[in-house]
T-cell receptor, first 116, second 109 residues
């Protein structure tokens, strides 16, 4: 079974530029998550989708970050304009159980962003 | 504010010893608890999960949960140098998964 796919793996951009990350979850997984992990910290949830609807985006900086999952499968996370503090790993994850405490989240390899 | 707290470490144990990793959480409504291992430069990978009070064993790993004390731990028996990584505690309440900052473990040969 294929895992969570992410691209690009690495990206270096200048501040105020834009960047987009793509994620394809494990086949059949209804729930998709985008996490931000800053070096030395645990993953912080940015946005959670259930199929193509947003479940939680309370920690998404909406003035610069946006995400969509139009067809309920793959997803794109965009940052525009980027700031230095956005340098982090952006982890996409998915799970198949929805609305259940039994979720097991599986992570992709992550997209490493450096803003200079 | 839903918090998940872990001792950041580093925790250093000799090869063959038992490593004990601890995690506390603030949301009493939390229902499921996960331990992830994250090697440097890699994404987190699931080690095990626990839902009920008590112990759950999987090979060299034992998860312990005490909901009354809002405490979950991970024991690693016969620690190996390959166990050196950051261990993330994650707590799920109503489909809201929160992670701790992680404990860095070093197992010395």
């Amino acid at each position: 079974e294929a895992g969570v796919a992410q691209s690009p793996r690495y990206k270096i951009i200048e501040k105020r530029q834009s960047v987009a990350f793509w994620c394809n979850p494990i086949s059949g997984h209804a729930t998709l998550y985008w996490y931000q992990q800053i070096l030395g910290q645990g993953p912080k949830l940015l946005i959670q989708f259930q199929n193509n609807g947003v479940v939680d985006d309370s920690q998404l900086p909406k003035d610069r970050f946006s995400a969509e999952r139009l067809k309920g499968v793959d997803s794109t996370l965009k940052i525009q304009p980027a700031k230095l503090e956005d340098s982090a790993v952006y982890l996409c994850a998915s799970s198949w159980k929805t609305g259940s405490s039994g979720n097991t989240i599986y992570f992709g390899e992550g997209s490493w962003l450096t803003v200079v | 504010q839903k918090e998940v707290e872990q001792n950041s470490g580093p925790l250093s144990v000799p090869e063959g010893a038992i490593a004990s990793l601890n995690c506390t959480y603030s949301d009493r409504g939390s229902q499921s608890f996960f331990w992830y291992r994250q090697y440097s430069g890699k994404s987190p990978e699931l080690i095990m999960f626990i839902y009920s009070n008590g112990d759950k064993e999987d090979g060299r790993f034992t998860a312990q949960l005490n909901k009354a004390s809002q405490y979950v731990s991970l024991l690693i028996r016969d620690s190996q140098p390959s166990d050196s990584a950051t261990y993330l505690c994650a707590v799920n309440a109503n489909n809201d998964m929160r992670f701790g900052a992680g404990t860095r473990l070093t197992v010395k040969p």
